[in-house]
């Protein structure tokens, strides 16, 4: 009934678990949550004059994905054998916050505020409700990114992720919580393996890294 999809909510993650939503057939849970997306900001704790949603972020985060893989494809690729499927790390930068419209963004600063035990339970939930959501699509592949397989597809995809809120924040006037969120940023992008396969990756690290040292 199409009805019941366009009169449903659409302002708050809370909403994905009302019965009305429950009560949808899988693909009108799917087409919702990406409506949900628009809805869901990024960052919300954070002092920022333009609030960026999930769907802007999901975006972004795949043509930097892709980025990212035709940088290590052209240059490094054959000579390290690697083996990049651009189709996986496709589909995993689309969904890669897929259980967000349901738990809503924290940013990782509070992530790790919050402990391994709150966030470990925050995410399972987040990530249950996400696999049965996604279900629609191509199920196996889809849900290996919440199950922990940390393929090198995955790794570009998160180097992407983090790049992505690097660029959001330096983008915007410096407080001490985003230069938090930047430090974080970098030493996590630094951290995966597949970070210096990406000549691209470590000059948009570099230069960024060191104008918030200047500035902050």
Not at 23 to 40: A, E, G, K
Not at 58 to 63: A, G, I, K, L, R
Not at 161 to 170: F, I, K, T
Request: overall charge negative; charged content about 25%; proline content about 4%.
């Amino acid at each position: 009934d199409h009805r019941d999809l366009h009169s449903f909510p659409t302002r708050r993650s809370s909403d994905l678990f009302d019965s009305k939503f429950e009560n949808m057939d899988r693909d009108h849970q799917f087409l919702h949550t990406l409506r949900m997306m628009s809805h869901v900001e990024r960052l919300p704790l954070h002092p920022i004059h333009h609030r960026q949603n999930l769907a802007e972020h999901s975006y972004n985060v795949t043509m930097m994905s892709w980025w990212i893989w035709a940088d290590i494809n052209q240059h490094v690729a054959k000579k390290e054998m690697l083996n990049l499927d651009l189709g996986a790390v496709l589909k995993y930068a689309l969904v890669h916050d897929g259980d967000e419209p349901i738990t809503t963004d924290l940013p990782y600063p509070m992530k790790r505020k919050l402990g391994s035990e709150f966030m470990a339970e925050f995410e399972r939930i987040g990530q249950e409700a996400a696999r049965k959501i996604y279900s629609v699509l191509d199920s196996a592949q889809v849900n290996s990114f919440w199950e922990g397989i940390k393929s090198a597809e995955y790794q570009i995809v998160k180097l992407a992720d983090y790049a992505e809120l690097l660029l959001y924040c330096v983008h915007h006037p410096q407080t001490y919580e985003l230069n938090d969120v930047i430090q974080e940023c970098v030493k996590l992008i630094q951290s995966y393996p597949y970070y210096k396969y990406s000549s691209r990756l470590q000059t948009l690290v570099g230069a960024h890294h060191t104008e918030t040292i200047i500035n902050g």
